[in-house]
């Protein structure tokens, strides 16, 4: 099928492109949704400025849709951005939410499009599994118990995982983040033909959360493409 993307540059959502490409499927665009609002409960926010230099790397043409972030007003530009398109589907990186994956599903049936969510209920083992293949991740954000500063702009590897898992067991958390406890970029992996590189950064911190601001950022090292 001819499929759109919907795109952060976050772990989840380039992982779940890179699933339907594995299956065959086409990625004609990413479509990339930016909400004025740091609390967004349907898009991911901090380190947004990072999916324009991702979508460059993987050679994907992107689709910039603004949002308010007020709840009933956030749907219907990315409806009108997913009705233009010439597409048979769209895939995104729901892992848990219903919150999330009923309004995107609600939007497909309305333009008679599938919806493809290939990270439906799978577990942190997932994080490993990229980690294996050779993704680049990095926390943008955190805002859990046992996640301070020094986890903002920290790569996740399996050391990191291990150390998600450990803070399951003493805080609860939710080692993938679903839980919006940290947001990830993801600056290299398998399909990516250049590498994204955050060369100027501040950390926004609030009590207990906090966020990165990139600065300035760009592209590096051309890379041979997935065979």
């Avoid at 992996?189 to 501040?202: A, C, K, S, W």
Wanted: proline share 4%; hydrophobic share 40%.
């Amino acid at each position: 099928m001819r499929l759109a993307a919907l795109f952060s540059g976050g772990k989840d959502s380039t992982y779940a492109l890179d699933r339907v490409l594995d299956e065959g499927h086409e990625i004609v665009r990413l479509v990339t949704v930016v909400s004025e609002r740091m609390d967004s409960y349907m898009y991911q926010v901090a380190g947004i400025e990072l999916a324009g230099y991702a979508a460059r790397a993987l050679g994907l043409p992107q689709t910039i849709v603004p949002v308010s972030g007020v709840p009933e007003e956030e749907l219907l530009p990315l409806r009108d951005a997913l009705s233009g398109l010439d597409i048979d589907g769209v895939v995104s990186g729901a892992i848990r939410s219903e919150y999330q994956r009923s309004r995107i599903e609600h939007i497909c049936a309305e333009l008679g499009l599938e919806s493809l969510t290939p990270l439906w209920h799978t577990g942190p083992e997932r994080i490993g599994e990229m980690a294996d293949r050779g993704y680049e991740m990095v926390v943008v954000a955190v805002a859990s118990m046992g996640l301070g500063t020094e986890w903002i702009g920290r790569r996740i590897d399996r050391v990191a995982l291990d150390e998600l898992l450990r803070l399951e067991r003493v805080f609860g958390i939710n080692p993938d983040g679903e839980g919006g406890e940290f947001e990830t970029a993801v600056l290299d992996g398998p399909r990516f033909r250049r590498r994204v590189v955050i060369r100027r950064h501040r950390v926004v911190w609030e009590r207990d959360s906090g966020y990165m601001v990139v600065e300035e950022a760009g592209l590096e090292a051309v890379r041979a493409p997935v065979s």
